[in-house]
């Protein structure tokens, strides 16, 4: 067992979100739209030491596997993290996760003249660039902490 | 050109450009061949902020293809006012009419009313983003008075705000161009229009004053620095009288330049200007109807 593992305790049922960018792992729970108020059992690990990140943060969400959108939002701010299914206390899926070509309806658009901002019945959209992600109605480019826009609940 | 819809320069190749202002210079030389071209069809006018000429142009050129116009009035007299989404005006209005011209204040409008409709529509300007009709009225300009080949062309005043200038620098990517960006650091491109230009590979230089590439410009496309985009009245004053052109001041440019400006214009354009043969932007305003009359019958 390692000195990270020890650290975290193992869940039986829900999601390991492992290899997640040091010091992001409160994005990943606000992506989650967990804030303990609603009494999900969540451990998490920030900074710990990792041979391929050099710092890494874990989250482990215990009863609760993610979604393909919260998958897509992650790859944004945890390019590397991997996704580990987990039932009776085993690994049963295991993947990296991987960065879409858009992602709807999980970021809101920083520009406050943007159409998608006011009271119109549809979702966000941005499609991914290599750097950062452009929104589809406006084109606003968001470079930099992309987790300050995150909107999924 | 064959697009449902007209949102953005980005959308429009060569070909496209080409083919519309072709149909253009056509109907420009012969406007009664095309006098009943569009009998029966119906455009909407939705305009919901003020307009001159986008707006009477666009119902001026239907009008002179056969066709007509419905206008939505004044967003103080319509249903907006009782808190009616874009989304739902529009498909209200996709029920009455053949296609859609709007103009709205925000970004992404355009792009927005047309995921909801089925009849095209055109952006006659959303917010700060884009305004394509605009642009082709633009280049129609630029080709009857400088061409396309080896041309070098700067555009000056607002570009972060400039709907105009976002599109037809999109625009201009299609041609042999050099473009030349001249306004203060505040209100420089945005980083979306740097950006595709960039991906475009277009020739692009970023300036501060004018006085730096004015003698290498065959098209000076001027724009209004905008008052109200200052937080700080003094930091407007002190960068508007750089971004203004007199009649002395061009006498270092070439003697074909061609001046530009989409208008209005308050003072970015002295008027001792008007009476020199570089000012062209009162045919660049006339342009509008046989580009938008060629626009319509090719979209339509």
Redesign the interface.
Known sequence: MTETELRVSKIENGTVIDHITGGQALNVLAILGIDGSSGEEVSVGMNVPSDRLGRKDIVKVEGRELSQNEVDVLSLIAPAATINIVRDFDVIEKHRVSRPEAVTGVLSCP?A????T?????ESRFEVLEEGV????????I?DSLAAHISVA | MRHDHLISAKQLSRDDIEAVLDRAAEIADDPGAVADAREDTLLGLCFFEPSTRTKMSFDTAMKRLGGDTVDMGSVESSSVKKGESLADTVRVIEGYTDAVVLRHPSEGAAKLASEFVDVPVINAGDGAGQHPTQTLLDLHTIRENAGFEDLTIGIMGDLKYGRTVHSLAHALTNFDVSQHFISPESLRLPRSVRFDLHESGAQVREHTEIEEVLETLDVLYVTRIQRERFPDENEYRQVAGQYRIDAEMLEAAKDDLTVMHPLPRVDEIAPDVDDTDHATYFEQAHNGVPVRMALLDEIL
């Open positions: 520009n003249n943007c159409i998608t006011e009271n119109e019945p549809v452009r929104c589809a109605y406006c084109d606003t480019i470079r």
